[in-house]
């Protein structure tokens, strides 16, 4: 009985511990901007000739495949490109061919959902929907890079 117990007691300190940490969501860098700072975002990137990345994801989610691929769009873009987060209620100041190429069967249908807008013309450049192979899905993330001309 003694052991029985302590294999239960281990068993609920362990779903206790491990709980949040695989059903939290994530935390965005500070690099990441939000849809309110758009204007300032559009500015910046014209100045700087790098694309805008809109990233529909979820961070509240539990699903970790969605928690990473969206993460990898943010590291692999740090620097080439200026990232604006969307989530599910921020469509509000979004341009209209962005949420189009979002709800687009070409966006797929899970997240995260990303589309790369040239800043100075304003045209969506290139949509990429989420890819679980993770190599292929960095491959298509590293293409934004070379969207905009020198």
Do not use: H
């Not at 849809?35 to 910046?44: E, G, M, Y």
């Amino acid at each position: 009985m003694n052991r029985a117990f302590r294999f239960f007691f281990m068993g609920i300190c362990a779903l206790i511990f491990w709980s949040p940490v695989c059903f939290a969501g994530f935390t965005l860098p500070p690099d990441v901007y939000r849809t309110a700072a758009l204007k300032d975002v559009q500015a910046k990137a014209r100045s700087m000739n790098v694309p805008i990345v809109f990233l529909y994801s979820d961070e509240n989610s539990s699903c970790g495949l969605a928690r990473k691929a969206t993460l990898d769009v943010v590291e692999k873009l740090k620097g080439c490109a200026l990232i604006v987060y969307v989530s599910r209620n921020d469509s509000a100041g979004i341009p209209s061919n962005v949420i189009k190429a979002m709800n687009s069967p070409a966006a797929g249908k899970f997240i995260p959902k990303t589309v790369a807008v040239n800043p100075k013309t304003g045209s969506v450049e290139m949509i990429i929907p989420y890819i679980a192979d993770r190599d292929q899905r960095i491959a298509e993330i590293k293409k934004i890079k070379r969207i905009m001309p020198k």
